[in-house]
């Protein structure tokens, strides 16, 4: 069990990669729940603009996870509030563009 930790912030960061894969190959913006409720200028772009950021926050999981194989626990998890943090304030600018 020493290795749990970086086993689920691999398993999380590959799920929320393969969703903006498929986000980004299907370009669909009924893929996105609430989707309806988004005011969109335009729904393809929205879907993949969409994807980006969800690839963006999956970023610090898989770096919490390589750095948590070297069972450096405390600084993994500093990287994964620091980078969890740092991916939303650039994902609210990504989006700026795309939201009414």
Known sequence: MEYA???????????????????AIFKSPKLIPRSY?????????????????????????LAAGV??????????????IGGFIGACVAAAKLMQDHID
Do not use: H, N
């Not at 930790?5 to 986000?23: D, P, Q, R």
């Not at 409720?37 to 999981?61: E, H």
């Not at 750095?67 to 994964?80: C, D, K, Q, S, T």
């Open 5 to 23: 930790f970086s086993i689920i912030m691999f398993i999380f960061g590959g799920v929320l990669l393969l969703y903006a894969g498929e986000l």
């Open 37 to 61: 409720s988004a005011k969109m200028k335009d729904p393809k772009g929205y879907t993949v603009q969409f994807a980006k950021v969800i690839a963006l926050v999956s970023v610090p999981f």
């Open 67 to 80: 750095i948590g194989l070297f069972r450096w626990y405390i600084p993994a998890v500093i990287v994964l």
